[in-house]
């Protein structure tokens, strides 16, 4: 990407208003405390890259072809989105593809802080100012921290605009019943729920439950408010095997030139073992033994030295279960 055609920063400081004080962008030497964002009346604000992760670089350019970054510091009060398009039919023409800085974050929260006063005109400074921190969505370490503040700002959670979420397992056991919960808040009550698993109606309550099935699936649940407002949420969902237990390794008394490796199935239907030896510091799979079977005789051929074993349930379309380990046995 050439200087021309990049994305560039937009250097200069930012201030919007936010009731009697102002939203200040954090351009500075990365920990420097800046004013007016570091007074107590003010609400600074950080970027973030478009992953939500801290704005230490990002894909602007400036004309030195460094990458401008964030600020951070005790002054940082809550965190937004450091790189922004124009949203005018052709973009601006100083625009070159976006523009990077808080001065793109600063008018996140100063719009999200505007909408809460409309909604709420009664309500003093710091109570919006509660309302925004409060509803940030936590990143980095958990509560406050120099580099997020409080969180990404959340304009719809601020003012109480319908929102879902999935509550439940994202990774789960093959051919078992499970549960998932419909978290919502705001709108306007009733809501009306439509689950659907891998892309078919699955069920209309506050909840589902329902078998896990063999295969991962995408898990969806669309929330419908008496406004006629939807929320979708898709969460993808990982099925995998139970693993088998009791799992040994022993050696079968000379002459035999044996290594006897056993385990305890798990009791799904259809499921074969994977079988590894440990040897020379190497792993290698030896065998997989058909459903039902729950031992398996390793040959040694003259070899010596610390064998280890590891097992593990295998089904075509299904994630592997976690390994049973064995211990070791001397040869």
Not at 21 to 27: A, E, I, P, R, S
Not at 86 to 109: I, K, L, N
């Amino acid at each position: 990407m050439t200087p021309a055609s990049a994305p560039r920063s937009r250097k200069r400081g930012a201030a919007g208003n936010v009731v009697d004080g102002v939203v200040q962008g954090l351009n500075a030497p990365p920990g420097t405390v800046v004013y007016p964002a570091g007074y107590t009346n003010v609400i600074g604000v950080s970027g973030l890259q478009q992953d939500k992760s801290f704005a230490s670089t990002s894909p602007c350019v400036l004309p030195d072809q460094t990458h401008p970054s964030s600020n951070y510091g005790p002054h940082v009060d809550i965190a937004a989105p450091f790189w922004a398009l124009s949203t005018v039919p052709g973009g601006y023409d100083d625009e070159g593809g976006g523009w990077c800085g808080t001065s793109m974050a600063t008018p996140h929260v100063s719009g999200a802080a505007a909408l809460i006063r409309s909604k709420n005109p009664a309500w003093s400074n710091q109570q919006v100012v509660d309302k925004l921190r409060n509803t940030a969505v936590d990143l980095g370490a958990a509560g406050w921290d120099d580099h997020f503040g409080y969180g990404l700002v959340d304009a719809a959670r601020a003012v109480d605009a319908l929102t879902a979420s999935i509550s439940g397992p994202t990774v789960v056991y093959a051919d078992q019943s499970q549960t998932w919960n419909s978290v919502v808040t705001g709108g306007v009550t009733p809501y009306t729920y439509q689950w659907y698993v891998g892309g078919n109606p699955a069920g209309t309550g506050s909840s589902l439950t329902t078998n896990t099935g063999w295969t991962n699936f995408d898990l969806r649940l669309d929330v419908t408010d008496a406004a006629s407002i939807t929320r979708s949420i898709t969460q993808p969902v990982t099925v995998r095997l139970l693993a088998p237990t009791n799992c040994s390794i022993e050696k079968i008394p000379p002459p035999s030139g044996y290594l006897r490796v056993s385990w305890t199935n798990s009791g799904q239907s259809d499921v074969s073992t994977e079988v590894s030896i440990w040897h020379n510091s190497t792993w290698t799979v030896v065998s997989t033994q058909p459903p039902g079977g729950s031992q398996y005789f390793y040959i040694l051929g003259g070899q010596t030295g610390q064998f280890s074993a590891r097992v593990r349930h295998v089904k075509a379309g299904t994630t592997s279960s976690d390994y049973c380990n064995t211990g070791s046995v001397t040869v």
